[in-house]
Structures are given as structure tokens and as C-alpha cells.
């Protein structure tokens, strides 16, 4: 009896092994890290923000599914100023999206050409590669007069520092660095070390930061694409998709 109910177990666990085996086998992961450097009158602001990209496993890349997750990158200036790099492009954060950034960064391509140069190739970059944005690669650039009011954002350029905040402000740098993405499902767990099995964590926090990404996190989800100029929606800010 106990043979029988062991061969049943068997049967019933081993599609599910599979599956997983499968799953952990054919998904790719990578990682990187955003970061911006500003200097001030009092010194220089620093930022980053560390987001993971996710393929899908299947039996051919077309039928890929694509996520990511992570968040905008968010620096105190100081004195009541602020400045955050969005998970956007373009001046009203709708021009390209995440795939298409680390494109243009990695490997220099057009939004149009990256397709021809799947994003996925990023996967094979060594952890550590690194390399300046500038022009289109730097994300949408915004600064909130209030917190708590997504409809207080004002675009800033990224030479429009000194204008938007006064003497002394500039965006000295701004990169973007491949970083480790872990070992799925190790990557799952909240554990800082090791790198190369546990990733580098997520970036958290913003909702903290921006609390009109909780109390409006609906509007913001649905945000009509006729508004004119800077349009807050949600997945500027964050992506969790995966």
C-alpha cells in the first residue's frame, strides 16, 4: 500500500518538477542600477536605483513574455528640492520604456533599431558594465513642488538644472551599470550575499518618498493619454510586474 501511494505521489509531483526544472532552466534575468550625481551649493546629491529585468521562458523568442520591477530614482537636493529620474523617457515620460533604453545605453541603437538587437543580449553583458547616459538615454527628468501632488511636476532638462533650481545645480552624471541579477528562485528571498546567487536587491521605497503613489495610485494608473504635457502614470515610478 505504502509502494502504491508513493507511485501516486510520484506521478502527481513529477509534471510539477518538470515544469519547474523547466522554468528555472529557460527564464533569463538581468539587472542593473541607474544612477544620478547632482551637484549643489552644499555638495553633491547622489541617487540610484536598482531594477530587474525578467524573459519569460518558452520554446522560441517570440513568445517571450518581458517584465520588470523596480522604481524611479528619487535624490533629496536639499532645502526642499528634489529631482527624480522616472522608469520614462522623453519630455512628458511616454517616448520608449525600459527595454528600449538599455538598447540605446548598451549598445547604441535607436528605439527603432533595438528590436533588431533583442534586449535580452544584455543578459550575456559581464556584471559591472557600465557606461554614461547622455541625450535620449537619460530618463525623463522631474521635479515635484509637492509631494504629495503629482500634478506639481515640472520637467527639468537635463542642462536645465541651473534654471529650474537656481545657481549651483547641475546634473554632473548619470549612468547606467549591469549589476547581479541572482539565481531564480534564490533571487526571491531578501538575502544580501552572496551576489551571484542572491542578486542585487531591488530598489524600495518611493511610495515613501512620493505618497501620492499610494493615496493616488488608481488615478494614476489611468491617466488619459490625451492630457497635455508631463503625464505622472503609475509605472513611471514603479514597475511590478513580476
Known amino acids: 500500500m505504502k509502494r502504491c501511494y508513493s507511485c501516486l505521489a510520484l506521478l502527481i509531483l513529477s509534471p510539477a518538477l518538470l515544469l519547474l526544472g523547466y522554468y528555472a532552466i529557460y527564464s533569463r ?5 541607474i544612477s544620478l550625481t547632482v551637484e549643489t551649493p552644499a555638495g553633491l546629491r547622489q541617487g540610484s536605483s536598482v531594477i530587474r529585468f525578467f524573459f519569460g521562458p518558452s520554446f522560441g523568442w517570440s513568445s517571450r513574455g518581458i517584465s520588470s520591477r523596480g522604481e524611479a530614482t528619487f535624490i533629496d537636493l536639499g532645502e526642499g528640492k528634489n529631482v527624480v529620474a522616472l522608469l520614462a523617457q522623453g519630455p512628458r515620460g511616454d517616448a520608449g520604456n525600459l527595454q528600449t533604453l538599455v538598447s540605446q545605453a548598451f549598445f547604441g541603437l535607436s528605439p527603432q533599431g533595438y528590436l533588431k538587437r533583442a534586449p535580452i543580449e544584455v543578459a550575456e553583458l559581464p556584471v559591472g558594465t557600465r557606461v554614461a547616459l547622455a541625450g535620449e538615454t537619460i530618463p525623463t527628468l522631474v521635479t515635484f513642488f509637492d509631494l504629495a501632488d503629482p500634478n506639481s511636476a515640472k520637467v527639468i532638462a537635463p542642462h536645465g538644472f541651473g534654471t529650474a533650481f537656481g545657481s ?20 526571491l528571498l531578501p538575502m544580501p550575499w552572496p551576489k ?3 542578486g542585487e536587491a531591488i530598489t524600495r521605497g518611493i511610495e ?9 495610485r488608481e488615478e494614476l494608473r489611468n491617466v488619459s493619454a ?9 509605472h513611471s515610478f514603479v514597475r511590478e510586474s513580476f
Request: charged share 20%.
Open 29 to 33: 534575468e538581468f539587472a542593473y542600477r
Open 168 to 187: 549651483g545645480y547641475a546634473l554632473k552624471s548619470a549612468s547606467i551599470e549591469t549589476v547581479a541579477p541572482g539565481i531564480w528562485p534564490f533571487n
Open 196 to 198: 551571484w546567487l542572491f
Open 208 to 216: 515613501e518618498q512620493l505618497p501620492f503613489l499610494v493615496a493616488r
Open 226 to 234: 490625451d492630457r497635455p504635457g508631463f503625464r505622472p502614470y503609475f
